[in-house]
């Protein structure tokens, strides 16, 4: 089935240690986005993807890194988490077509917790 | 710059009254306009938007490029309705999306 998945869905972990949040969609979409947000306020853009090997930085700064090795896959990493990164992280996908904005699709999202 | 701004962060009205969920923006250029819905345990999802000028669940919203809104509105609300409501602006060709923060809709029986 096409989904977008994202996991793990809840983590907790200490300060200085690297995680990676995983995201992957089975929907052929080329674009992929991740989203931070915090308790009660907007969802920021943090990074984005156009396709393979394709990378930005998105309007919120971000010390988190993304890859697109494989079109399906978009992970996000943090090398030291601090308690400041604390928050929701949504992975979103969308269809790279002709059309001027695609609808984007929404993973469950992580909830990061870092003490 | 682009901004959305949703005004009310919790909205509750009762069930068969008018809801109307407030969204205003700020660019410069031709914006595309959408709602996003969440219900309580599901995912982030597309409601309506702009361009398409159809009605989602009786949900309708009208872009006024003179006042810069872009409100969301149903003249009957249902108990199904209560969710998190996000307004969200994408500047026209740019594929990106700024949101708003969001309004969380309560409808009492």
């Known amino acids: 089935e096409a989904d977008i998945y994202q996991t793990p869905r809840y983590l907790v972990i200490g300060t200085g240690k690297k995680i990676t949040l995983e995201c992957s969609q089975t929907?052929?979409?080329?674009?992929m986005y991740w989203y931070q947000q915090d308790p009660g306020m907007e969802l920021h853009l943090i990074h984005y993807?156009?396709?393979?090997?394709?990378?930005e930085k998105g309007d919120l700064s971000s010390e988190s890194t993304v890859s697109r090795i494989r079109t399906e896959h978009f992970p996000l990493t943090l090398e030291s988490a601090r308690p400041s990164h604390t928050s929701q992280y949504l992975c979103?996908?969308?269809?790279?077509?002709?059309?001027?904005?695609?609808?984007?699709?929404f993973g469950p999202g992580t909830r990061l917790t870092v003490l | 710059a682009q901004r959305v701004t949703q005004p009310e962060k919790l909205l509750s009205v009762f069930k068969g009254a008018p809801v109307e969920l407030k969204c205003n923006y700020s660019?410069?250029?031709?914006?595309?306009l959408f709602w996003y819905v969440q219900y309580s345990r599901q995912r982030l999802q597309l409601l309506l938007r702009?361009?398409s000028r159809e009605s989602i669940k009786g949900f309708t919203a009208d872009l006024n490029k003179g006042e810069t809104s872009f409100h969301l509105k149903k003249p009957f609300a249902q108990e199904e309705d209560s969710a998190m409501y996000y307004c969200?602006?994408?500047?026209?060709?740019?594929?990106?999306?700024?949101f708003g923060q969001g309004t969380r809709l309560t409808i009492n029986p």
């Open positions: 979103a996908s969308s269809e790279r077509t002709g059309k001027e904005y695609n609808e984007q699709f």
């Open positions: 929907m052929g979409h080329d674009k």
């Open positions: 993807s156009y396709g393979v090997n394709s990378t």
């Open positions: 660019y410069s250029g031709s914006p595309e």
């Open positions: 702009h361009i």
């Open positions: 969200a602006l994408s500047a026209l060709g740019a594929q990106k999306l700024v």
